[in-house]
């Protein structure tokens, strides 16, 4: 069965500095996309980042950037200069299998 | 713009009573529609997807079901809930397989 996997149900960082949450994935598809959501206390579901398999640049929004590898079925997801305002559940989903991973539980520190 | 509306947005059901959650998409035309199931502080169950009106396809045989009566309208449904139905329910839709979800602002259940 496809799966999506997250190994740290929970994390924190300190404000301004830099975090990386980990992701793998199996799926059988030759073509596929990745994706990283963040679920904020209020609970509503925000598109981060996203990551076409067939491209070997990896995605970047902002202070968002992703490393994926895909020999490996990895997708992490690094934060910069991290903010108060980050604290989240985060997210890594296979939506071509509709799979999201138990998800990431982060805490920004002042 | 395509928006997604969900309601209600809190729900309190006792055992046994009937449920109905609406989802809407505005917008767009034929979607894919989704309901996921979040148990606190927990991931996303698939509960069922659509691709066009009348089509339903069910991940979690349980008490719930799931009908579209329109192409833009995705209800989650039961007869008689059970403790194990309390969670928080989201609806989302999708455009394409680049597109990733948008997801309604979510109904939380609990069932008493």
């Known amino acids: 069965a496809q799966t999506v996997t997250q190994s740290q149900p929970e994390m924190s960082v300190q404000e301004a500095e830099t975090v990386t949450l980990s992701c793998t994935y199996d799926t059988s598809e030759s073509n596929y996309y990745l994706f990283w959501y963040k679920q904020p206390p209020s609970r509503q579901m925000i598109l981060v980042i996203r990551?076409?398999?067939?491209?070997?640049q990896n995605a970047t929004e902002n202070r968002f950037s992703v490393n994926f590898q895909k020999a490996a079925k990895s997708f992490s997801l690094k934060i910069s200069d991290s903010q108060l305002g980050d604290t989240a559940m985060y997210f890594c989903a296979c939506l071509n299998d509709m799979r999201f991973g138990a998800g990431t539980r982060l805490t920004v520190k002042p | 713009s395509q928006t997604i509306h969900q309601w209600p947005a809190t729900l309190v059901q006792p055992v046994g009573s009937p449920l109905s959650l609406e989802c809407t998409v505005e917008?767009?035309?034929?979607?894919?529609l989704y309901w996921y199931r979040q148990a606190a502080g927990r991931g996303l169950q698939l509960l069922f997807y659509s691709v066009g009106i009348g089509q339903i396809s069910s991940e979690v045989p349980q008490n719930l079901s799931a009908s579209r009566p329109q192409d833009r309208q995705f209800i989650l449904s039961s007869k008689k809930l059970l403790l194990s139905d309390s969670g928080f329910y989201l609806c989302?839709?999708?455009?394409?397989?680049?597109?990733?979800?948008?997801f309604g602002s979510g109904t939380r259940l609990t069932v008493v």
């Open positions: 917008g767009t035309s034929n979607p894919n």
């Open positions: 989302a839709w999708r455009q394409g397989r680049y597109y990733g979800y948008t």
């Open positions: 990551q076409e398999a067939y491209k070997q």
